[in-house]
């Protein structure tokens, strides 16, 4: 069993702040990924890390920025938050070689 | 690229009631299926998966799902649902366990 944890939960901030998301996991899978869920929309993929110092933009365009500096962290970051950001942030791992994703419960972010 | 279409985002049924959920998808290279599942206030985990072999694949609470290539398809299905299943369904593609691109989900609520 795979642990992913994120942090907080809600957060609720006004324009222009900067904010970051933190992921962390327990059972060392290289594999990380951030996603963005919006209501009745696909789940995107907005950037993954397939180790330390790898990041990678996904297919949808974000303006956030991560860092993989350990195995275990993988934050989200934006440097001045907007209201278009406001949307549900889900983090996941994947071990090499293995089919299944493990995912965090995310986080619900509201920019005012 | 891949894409998922999951066109009922609501399903309501009575409890012990039959259940299928719809899952299309359209990509031009042979992928992988899957479908996860989220119960409130938890990360998606995964419920079923299509990698190879036999067309219909189960999971252990019941649910099923088929492969069908010529109708681009792996709909979830279920005999009798439960008032545990209330929750969002998810389907997933994958060509190579790198990516995955999933649906916008389906909200499965059983009533009693």
């Known amino acids: 069993e795979a642990d992913i944890y994120q942090t907080p939960r809600y957060l609720v901030i006004g324009t222009g702040k900067k904010i970051t998301l933190e992921c962390s996991q327990t059972?060392?899978?290289?594999?990380m990924y951030w996603y963005q869920q919006d209501p009745g929309m696909e789940l995107h993929l907005i950037h993954y890390?397939?180790?330390?110092?790898?990041?990678e933009k996904g297919d949808l365009s974000s303006e956030s920025t991560v860092s993989r500096i350990r195995t275990e962290h993988f934050p989200l970051t934006l440097e001045s938050a907007r209201p278009s950001h406001t949307s549900q942030y889900l983090c996941?791992?994947?071990?090499?070689?293995?089919?299944?994703?493990?995912f965090g419960p995310g986080t619900r972010l509201t920019v005012t | 690229a891949q894409s998922v279409t999951q066109l009922d985002s609501q399903v309501p049924v009575f409890e012990e009631a039959p259940v299928e959920l719809r899952c299309n998808y359209s990509?031009?290279?042979?992928?992988?299926l899957f479908w996860y599942v989220q119960y409130p206030n938890q990360g998606l985990q995964l419920l079923l998966k299509y990698l190879s072999g036999s067309t219909l694949v189960e999971s252990i609470n019941g649910f099923e799902a088929e492969f069908n290539k010529s109708q681009t398809s792996f709909h979830l299905r279920k005999p009798s649902v439960h008032i545990s299943d209330t929750a969002e369904y998810f389907c997933?593609?994958?060509?190579?366990?790198?990516?995955?691109?999933f649906g916008s989900g389906t909200k499965l609520n059983v009533k009693p």
């Open positions: 059972m060392g899978h290289d594999k």
């Open positions: 890390s397939y180790g330390v110092n790898s990041t």
């Open positions: 996941a791992n994947q071990a090499w070689g293995r089919d299944e994703q493990y």
């Open positions: 990509s031009s290279v042979s992928v992988y």
């Open positions: 997933a593609v994958s060509a190579n366990f790198n990516k995955f691109y």
